[in-house]
C-alpha cells in the first residue's frame, strides 16, 4: 500500500463515516432510506476510485461545459436514478435578465434538466426564495420557460407568501441538529422529502458576504423571515448552519457570466465578466474556495467557508482532492 | 315601441349583470381590458381629461355624456359598479318581500344633492379630494371590493389555513373600518329607499342630473291615460315618479325601466320629447318660489361651507420636508398635484407587484385619506415595474415609461448607524446593498466588515433597502435604512459604469 492509496482510503472511510453519523441523526426512516442510497455509492468510489472529487471546465458554452464535467464523474447516472425525486436549488432570486448575471444561467439549466429527464427521475423540482417579486424573477431569469418545457415544477416563495403558510405551504418549522444559532428553521420540506439534491448556484460578489456560491446559494431553501435572521445573528455562521440540514448531492457552480462587483443583484453590464467557466463537485467548501480564486477574493474574508469547514460540510483544503481540469477547445 | 319600452328593464338588467361581471375581470386580472375599459367610468374620465387631458378620456367622459343627453342616466344601472351593486341588494331584498305592491314613494333630493355636489366641488378646486374620495361611486366600490370582500377573502381563508394565492392589500384599522362602514351605509340607504344613493350622496349622479334633466328620450306619463294609481310609483326605486301630480322627475331616473312594465294602462312610456310637442312646464322643473330657493340654497350652502373648510384648512396638514414624510407613488410628480387629484380608489394599491402601496390612513394628513402611500414594511417597489402610474385611471399618477420610472425618485434613503448589525456588531451583513437596483448603496469597508454607503445622486428611494434591513433589535422592526419621502419626483442621475479590474481566471484556470 502507497501512501496515494492510504490516503484515498482513508478519505473516503472518512466520508462514509460522516455520512452515516448525519444520516443516524435524522429520523429512524430516513436514515435507512439515505444509508441505502448512500452505501453502494460509497462503495462504488473506494473500488473505482479513480474518478476526480471536482472537475473544473472552461472556455465553452454552458450546456457543453456541463456535458464535458458529467462526462468526467461517469454521467448523471451516478448521481440520479430512475424514479427518484429531484430538487434543484438554481439562483433566481432577483428580477434581472440572464445578461445580468445574476441568476443561474438557463442554458446550463437546461442542460441539466435534460440529463435528469434521460435518467428518467419522476419529478423535478426548482426551488428558491426570492429576492424580487417571485412571478417576476422566474419569469426574467427563463426559469419558468425552461420548468415549463422539462415539466418540472417551482416551488418559489418570497415576502408575498408569508409565515401564515407555514406547515400547509412548502414551508416547514424544524431544528437543525449541532445548530446553535439557526436552530429553529423555517425552511422547504421538500430538502428533506426528496432523494437527490442538486445545488446550482451562479458565481458572484457579494456586498455583505463577499461572495456568494455553493453555500451562500443555500439561504434561498430557507423563508424569507429566516433570511433575515440570517442576516441578524452572524451571517457566515448561519449560511453553514443552514447548509448543514441537507448537503447537496451534487454542486454545479455556474461561472460563465459572473458578476465581479456590485453584486448580487448589478447595476449594468459592467459589472459582468464572460468567465466561461464550470464546475462541479460533491463538496461545497472546496468549491467556494475555488470559486473565490477564480473571483481573486481573499479566501479568509469569506466567513462560511470556514464556518462549514467547522461543521463538517467539507474540507477548504483544496491539495487533498483530485481536480481535474478540463479545456474545451 | 311599447313592446319596446316594456322589455328594457330585461336588455338593461342582462347589460348590467353582464358588465359587472367584465368589470370584476378586470379588477381580478382574469381578462386585462386596458386602460380604455377603466375609463368608462365617468368621474375618473372627466377627472383624467381636467388633468392629463387624454384623448381617450376626452372622447369616453363625451360619449356618457351625450348618452345621458340621448337617453337619460343609463349610465347609472347599466355601467356604474356601484349603481349594480346597489341593484343586487334589492334583488336580494326582493326574495324576501312577499308584499306585491313596490315599497318605494316619491322624494325630492333636489335641495340635499346640490348641498352636496357643490361642497364636493368647491373642495375639490380648492386641493382637497377628501369628500370625493369618500362619495365617488367607481372609488366606493373598488375599495370595498378590495378592502372588505378580498381582505375578507383572504382573511378566511387564512383562518382555515387554505393557502390561496390571494394579494392582500393589508387595510390600516381606519381604512378597513371606513370602507366596511360605507359599505354598511350604502346596504341601509339601498333598504330604505332604493336608490337614495345616487340621487343625494354621488358626485357622478349629480353631474349627469343635467343633461338626464334635458334628455331627447325619458320616461313620461300621459296625462290623459293615467289615473294617479301610484303601481309605478311604488316600483320606482329611484323615486322620481310622483304619481298624484303625474309627474316623473327625469332628473332623478336611472332608467331602470320597472315603471314602464307596471302600469296596467299603458300610460307611462319611454318617448322622444319633441320641442313642439313638449310637456307643460311643471312636468319636468318645479319652478315654484320656495322650490326655487331651496335648490339655490342648497347648492350656495354646500359651495359656503366647502369654501370655508379649504380656507381654514382644516383638514390640509402641510408637507414639511424637514419631517419624515410619506413616500408617493411613482409618477405622482408633487405632493400638492397628487392629494388634489387622487380619488382613492385603490386599484394601485390591488395591483401593486411589490407589495409597498397601501392606503393612506393619516400619513398624508386627512387630506390624503385613502390615498395609496408606499409602505417600505409591507414591501418595495419594483424595479422593472411600472403598473401603478400606468393603470391610474384618473391621471393623478402621471404615466411614465420604464425608463423614466426606474430614474424617478420617489423617496430618499437614510442610514441610521445605531441600528446597523455591521456598524454595531461588526458582522457581515449587506442585505440593503444587495438589494440596491441602482447602486446607491455601496458596501464599504469598515474595521472588520463593511457598512452601507448611501449615494444621494443615485439613491431612487425604491425602498428594497429599507424593507430587507434586518436591524438590530431582535423583537421589533427597526430598520437601519429608512426611506423618507420627497415633495417633488425628481429624475435622478443613472447609474455610473465601473471598471471591473481584469481577471487571471479570463486567461486560464488560477488553481
Redesign the interface.
Known amino acids: 500500500m502507497n501512501r496515494r492509496d492510504f490516503l484515498k482510503k482513508t478519505a473516503a472511510i472518512a466520508a462514509l463515516g460522516t455520512v452515516l453519523k448525519l444520516t443516524a441523526a435524522d429520523e429512524i426512516k430516513a436514515a435507512d432510506k439515505k444509508v441505502d442510497d448512500k452505501k453502494p455509492e460509497e462503495t462504488k468510489k473506494n473500488d473505482a476510485a479513480k474518478k476526480p472529487d471536482i472537475v473544473?471546465v472552461?472556455n465553452g458554452e454552458p450546456a457543453a461545459m456541463f456535458e464535458a464535467a458529467m462526462k468526467e464523474l461517469g454521467g448523471m447516472k451516478e448521481f440520479v436514478r430512475k424514479d427518484q425525486t429531484v430538487v434543484i436549488k438554481p439562483n433566481m432570486a432577483w428580477?434581472r435578465p440572464p445578461e445580468m448575471g445574476a441568476t443561474t444561467n438557463p442554458d446550463l439549466m437546461e442542460a441539466l434538466l435534460k440529463s435528469l429527464k434521460e435518467v428518467g427521475v419522476r419529478k423535478v423540482y426548482l426551488i428558491d426564495t426570492t429576492?424580487?417579486?417571485w412571478k417576476?424573477c422566474i419569469k426574467?431569469s427563463k426559469m419558468e420557460e425552461i420548468a415549463k418545457k422539462y415539466d418540472a415544477e417551482i416551488v418559489c416563495g418570497d415576502?408575498?407568501?408569508d409565515q401564515?403558510?407555514v406547515d400547509?405551504?412548502f414551508l416547514k418549522n424544524v431544528e437543525i441538529k449541532g445548530a446553535q444559532k439557526m436552530k429553529n428553521v423555517t425552511i422547504n420540506k421538500l430538502l428533506k422529502e426528496c432523494d437527490v439534491f442538486i445545488n446550482v448556484p451562479i458565481l458572484k460578489n457579494?456586498?455583505?458576504?463577499?461572495m456568494t456560491c455553493c453555500m451562500k446559494n443555500m439561504m434561498g431553501v430557507v423563508s424569507k423571515d429566516m433570511q433575515?435572521?440570517i442576516?441578524?445573528g452572524?451571517?457566515?455562521q448561519c449560511i453553514a448552519e443552514v447548509g448543514s440540514y441537507r448537503k447537496p448531492d451534487l454542486n454545479i457552480v455556474d461561472a460563465y457570466r459572473v458578476m465581479?462587483?456590485?453584486?448580487?443583484?448589478g447595476?449594468?453590464?459592467?459589472?459582468v465578466?464572460?468567465?466561461k467557466?464550470l464546475m462541479v463537485g460533491k463538496d461545497m467548501v472546496a468549491l467556494d474556495v475555488?470559486a473565490a480564486?477564480?473571483?481573486?477574493f481573499p479566501v479568509d474574508r469569506i466567513?462560511h467557508i470556514k464556518e462549514g469547514e467547522k461543521l463538517g460540510l467539507g474540507t477548504s483544503d483544496?491539495s487533498k482532492l483530485t481536480?481535474k481540469?478540463v479545456?474545451l477547445a | 315601441m311599447k313592446t319596446n319600452g316594456k322589455i328594457w328593464p330585461f336588455v338593461r338588467s342582462s347589460l348590467a349583470g353582464a358588465f359587472f361581471v367584465l368589470i370584476l375581470t378586470d379588477f381580478f386580472g382574469w381578462i386585462r381590458f386596458g386602460k380604455a375599459f377603466r375609463l368608462l367610468q365617468f368621474a375618473p374620465s372627466l377627472l383624467n381629461s381636467l388633468a392629463l387631458a387624454l384623448p381617450a378620456a376626452i372622447v369616453i367622459s363625451l360619449i356618457v355624456f351625450l348618452l345621458t343627453f340621448i337617453f337619460g342616466r343609463v349610465y347609472c344601472s347599466v355601467i356604474c359598479p356601484l349603481g349594480i351593486l346597489q341593484d343586487i341588494v334589492l334583488s336580494v331584498k326582493a326574495l324576501f318581500r312577499r308584499k306585491k305592491r313596490g315599497p318605494y314613494h316619491y322624494y325630492d333630493t333636489r335641495t340635499l344633492k346640490r348641498a352636496v355636489f357643490f361642497f364636493v366641488a368647491v373642495l375639490f378646486c380648492f386641493g382637497v379630494a377628501t369628500p370625493l374620495v369618500m362619495l365617488l361611486p367607481s372609488s366606493n366600490f373598488f375599495t370595498i371590493l378590495s378592502n372588505v370582500f378580498v381582505q375578507g377573502t383572504y382573511q378566511v381563508a387564512?383562518l382555515f389555513?387554505?393557502?390561496l394565492d390571494i394579494?392582500?392589500v393589508d387595510p390600516a384599522p381606519g381604512v378597513f373600518i371606513t370602507s366596511i362602514f360605507t359599505l354598511f351605509i350604502l346596504i341601509a340607504m339601498t333598504l330604505w329607499k332604493g336608490r337614495l344613493y345616487c340621487n343625494t350622496l354621488c358626485p357622478v349622479g349629480a353631474v349627469l342630473s343635467l343633461p338626464a334633466a334635458f334628455s331627447l328620450f325619458r320616461i313620461q306619463l300621459n296625462q290623459d291615460q293615467c289615473v294617479s294609481c301610484g303601481m309605478c310609483e311604488h316600483v320606482c326605486k329611484a323615486g322620481c315618479i310622483d304619481a298624484k301630480n303625474k309627474v316623473v322627475r327625469n332628473e332623478n331616473c336611472v332608467m331602470c325601466g320597472n315603471c314602464l312594465s307596471a302600469c296596467a294602462r299603458d300610460a307611462i312610456k319611454l318617448v322622444l320629447t319633441k320641442k313642439s310637442a313638449a310637456p307643460k312646464a311643471e312636468q319636468h322643473c318645479d319652478l315654484s318660489r320656495r322650490r326655487f330657493i331651496a335648490g339655490i340654497g342648497g347648492a350656495a350652502v354646500g359651495a359656503g361651507l366647502g369654501l370655508a373648510m379649504s380656507k381654514l384648512g382644516v383638514s390640509r396638514k402641510e408637507a414639511d420636508a424637514a419631517k419624515e414624510e410619506p413616500s408617493m407613488p411613482p409618477g405622482a410628480m408633487n405632493r400638492a398635484r397628487f392629494n388634489a387629484k387622487c380619488v382613492g380608489c385603490g386599484l394601485c394599491i390591488s395591483k401593486c407587484?411589490?407589495?409597498v402601496l397601501r392606503a393612506a390612513s393619516l400619513q398624508y394628513g386627512l387630506a390624503g385619506f385613502m390615498q395609496p402611500y408606499m409602505n417600505y414594511d409591507?414591501?418595495f417597489c419594483?424595479?422593472?415595474?411600472s403598473r401603478c402610474n400606468n393603470l391610474c385611471p384618473t391621471g393623478a399618477l402621471v404615466p411614465l415609461k420604464r425608463d423614466r420610472k426606474q430614474s424617478t425618485r420617489i423617496g430618499l434613503a437614510h442610514f441610521i448607524p445605531d441600528n446597523c448589525?455591521?456598524y454595531t456588531a461588526e458582522?457581515?451583513?449587506?442585505?440593503c446593498?444587495?438589494?440596491?437596483?441602482?447602486?446607491a448603496?455601496?458596501?464599504v469597508d469598515y474595521k472588520s466588515t463593511?457598512i452601507p454607503q448611501i449615494n444621494d445622486k443615485l439613491c431612487i428611494g425604491c425602498g428594497a433597502c429599507q424593507?430587507?434591513c434586518?436591524?438590530?433589535n431582535?423583537a421589533k422592526r427597526e430598520p437601519a435604512i429608512r426611506v423618507s419621502g420627497v415633495l417633488e419626483q425628481i429624475t435622478v442621475e443613472k447609474?455610473v459604469?465601473?471598471?471591473?479590474?481584469t481577471?487571471?481566471?479570463?486567461e486560464?484556470?488560477?488553481?
Do not use: Y
Open positions: 473544473a472552461r428580477d429576492c424580487d417579486n417576476n426574467s415576502t408575498q407568501r401564515a403558510f400547509k405551504w457579494h456586498g455583505g458576504a463577499t433575515m435572521k442576516h441578524q452572524g451571517l457566515h465581479t462587483k456590485r453584486g448580487p443583484k447595476v449594468d453590464a459592467s459589472d465578466k464572460l468567465l467557466t475555488l480564486k477564480l473571483l481573486e466567513g483544496i481536480i481540469k479545456t | 387564512q389555513g387554505c393557502s394579494k392582500s407587484t411589490g407589495n409591507s414591501g419594483a424595479f422593472g415595474c448589525v455591521a458582522q457581515d451583513c449587506g442585505a446593498g444587495e438589494h440596491c437596483p441602482v447602486g448603496i455601496v458596501m463593511r424593507h430587507i434586518p436591524g438590530i431582535q447609474p459604469e465601473v471598471e471591473a479590474k481577471l487571471k481566471s479570463e486560464d484556470f488560477p488553481f
